[in-house]
């Protein structure tokens, strides 16, 4: 049971009479109601169970008097009209009428040339590409009217390497939505003056941290430019390192990301695997909880573009589509193969069969990667 107020858990081991009240409290048609049968009124373990719900502020025991009112809860249950399946479901309806309105994020991979070439499978960063993206395409897409509820859009790459630059960022000056830069040190210094040229509002740099941050960090504080620094983490030894970029210029500019090299699982075993205690202390309340019943939080509403003008749901998967097709025809395709979006831990074994599933993240890319669908020592 679990409190998505005070996000306290109350984990206990069933016995044959809890069980019979845990089924009933799940029977929907019960509002959250149950009756104690009079011969179990003095069994010790339902005594102590009822005991710590109430002290957990789960539920309450009360006497039933014929004069007294019968209360009743409503447990919690999803929106039904915003439920997928529902949709699915239903002859007349199309999961496009819902999914169109959760497109809101969009990350554009500028060709050129990278330093980690498969790291764009993990985190947002530049792929290693000689396409050039067609912008004209680009700008088709992103004036289709299934673009409204777009909030966010993420350029990743060298801007100067990209042939269109002008016209993108003619573009992206248009679209009245946030902007973030995903740039290497180097990149971003140039970049700062175009941009401030031609002043683009609503935007943010984030800037892959390689040592040489003090200079422009400096230019950036000094021009109020907003930005933060990647750091990317991949072993134990590099804390030290982290620690002083953070205590220099203080935690707020520093955006930390692990990275998975192949040969570094320890780290992740030891810094990314979640134990219990570390679930319990995820502190979801009611809200992230239906989330993770329905949709995969990293993946909802995103999709990507590389190079070569194929649409991503997700970078570890084949494509959904091209800039050609139409966002509408991408998002049903999306929200049908479950491959991103509704990638849940229900979908996935061990999660589906485990008490936490509605608890612990949705699945990553790290999973992906990594190739383990649970990154946690709850069920190794
Ligand atoms: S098995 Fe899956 S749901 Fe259970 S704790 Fe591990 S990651 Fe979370």
């Not at 620094?229 to 953070?246: A, F, P, R």
């Not at 999709?303 to 139409?326: A, C």
Request: with cysteine; charged share 25%; hydrophobic share 35%.
């Amino acid at each position: 049971m679990y409190n998505s107020q005070s996000h306290m858990l109350y984990y206990f081991l069933c016995n044959e009479i809890t069980e019979y009240y845990c089924d009933h409290l799940l029977d929907m048609t019960n509002l959250y109601v149950i009756e104690i049968e009079e011969s179990h009124i003095t069994n010790g373990n339902l005594i102590d169970w009822l005991h710590n719900i109430e002290q957990l502020k789960m539920g309450y025991v009360d006497e039933i008097q014929e004069t007294k009112t019968f209360i009743v809860s409503f447990p919690p249950l999803l929106n039904l009209q915003s439920d997928i399946d529902r949709i699915e479901a239903a002859e007349d309806r199309d999961v496009g009428e819902y999914a169109a309105q959760n497109w809101n994020e969009f990350s554009i991979y500028l060709g050129g040339e990278s330093k980690f070439p498969n790291l764009h499978k993990q985190i947002p960063y530049p792929v290693d590409d000689s396409s050039i993206l067609p912008f004209y395409d680009l700008q088709a897409f992103l004036s289709s009217s299934d673009n409204s509820y777009l909030n966010t859009i993420n350029i990743i790459g060298n801007p100067f390497s990209y042939p269109y630059k002008a016209e993108l960022m003619d573009l992206l000056y248009s679209i009245p939505v946030k902007k973030n830069f995903y740039l290497t040190a180097s990149t971003a210094c140039r970049f700062i003056k175009e941009i401030q040229q031609i002043d683009l509002p609503n935007y943010e740099l984030y800037i892959y941290y390689e040592q040489e941050e003090a200079s422009i960090h400096h230019i950036l504080t000094e021009k109020q430019i907003p930005f933060h620094w990647i750091y990317l983490i991949s072993s134990e030894k590099q804390y030290e390192d982290l620690e002083k970029l953070e205590t220099k210029y203080g935690n707020e500019y520093v955006e930390v990301h692990p990275i998975y090299t192949g040969d570094n699982l320890p780290f992740f075993e030891e810094n990314v695997y979640l134990a219990e205690e570390d679930i319990l202390q995820s502190n979801y309340d009611k809200q992230d909880i239906f989330a993770h019943q329905v949709m995969n939080t990293n993946f909802w509403g995103r999709l990507s573009v590389l190079p070569d003008g194929k649409v991503y749901s997700n970078l570890n998967h084949p494509p959904l589509g091209t800039l050609k097709d139409r966002v509408y025809d991408l998002i049903v395709d999306e929200m049908k193969s479950k491959r991103a979006w509704r990638w849940i831990r229900d979908e996935v074994s061990p999660c589906k069969d485990c008490l936490f599933r509605y608890l612990c993240p949705s699945p990553s890319n790290y999973e992906l990667v990594i190739g383990k669908p649970n990154l946690c020592h709850v069920k190794p």
